[in-house]
């Protein structure tokens, strides 16, 4: 049972362009929703989070947009850089129990090409 | 050390062997989690520790999974009899709060052959 569903599955982009990964959750309960850089050999590391009651929060050139009502959430890297290429994934948890257990999407691997 | 550290890095057994899988986390850590992470996915949860109990473990996959952290601070991750579909990078991460960011060591890639 997928419950963070994330595309594409790949990506290509240009230095300077926009990157864009969309994802859609099912359990309405969720509350925070993190994104998360994987670099090959690497874990995961927290890149931005946002909580639902609020609809976009910008940290440099990492933006999250969120649409409560859809279910859904996406992040877009301006000003893409080659140094961005790794893996990402969106996320969602809920802290019911007071500590992050956290359902991740499948994964876009981005790659920058200069 | 200053993050998270998992030993081994990479781990090779026969299937129907038993494994087991370091975890230390950050110093003054209390809270400790376990991921495992197939090819091409994204890390799925196995079980949250707060100290030394395991508060969430409704994440192993079978009774051949065992975890413990008996002085709350390095985990262990135990595998009895080992199967290919076990193969994968397990993770782990720890948080100075359990509300607080999760910060993951690189994981240990197991592989059953």
């Known amino acids: 049972q997928q419950q963070v569903k994330q595309s594409p599955q790949s990506l290509i982009v240009q230095k300077g362009g926009i990157s864009i990964i969309n994802c859609a959750y099912e359990?309405?309960?969720?509350?925070?929703f993190p994104w998360y850089q994987q670099f090959p050999g690497k874990g995961p590391a927290l890149l931005i989070a946002i909580r639902p009651d609020v609809s976009e929060k910008k940290e440099g050139r990492f933006t999250i947009s969120f649409n409560k009502s859809a279910k859904q959430f996406s992040l877009h890297i301006m000003d893409s850089q080659p140094g961005d290429s790794a893996t990402y994934f969106c996320?969602?948890?809920?802290?019911?129990?007071?500590?992050?257990?956290?359902?991740f999407g499948t994964g876009t691997k981005l790659q920058v090409i200069p | 050390g200053a993050g998270v550290s998992q030993t081994p890095s990479n781990k090779v057994t026969e299937k129907g062997k038993y494994v087991e899988l370091r975890c230390d986390p950050i110093s003054g850590h209390t809270a400790l989690y376990w991921y495992r992470q197939s090819l091409g996915q994204g890390p799925e949860f196995l079980i949250y520790?707060?100290?030394?109990?395991?508060?969430?473990d409704s994440g192993l996959p079978n009774d051949r999974f065992f975890a413990v952290r008996p002085e709350g601070s390095v985990s262990t991750l135990k595998i009895q009899r080992t199967e290919r579909g076990d193969s994968a990078v397990y993770l782990c991460?720890?948080?100075?709060?359990?509300?607080?960011?999760?910060?993951f060591g690189q994981g240990t890639r197991l592989t059953v052959v």
């Open positions: 520790f707060q100290g030394t109990g395991a508060a969430d």
């Open positions: 359990n309405t309960a969720f509350d925070y």
């Open positions: 996320a969602a948890s809920t802290d019911s129990g007071g500590y992050q257990k956290v359902t």
């Open positions: 991460a720890s948080s100075s709060h359990p509300g607080l960011e999760a910060f």
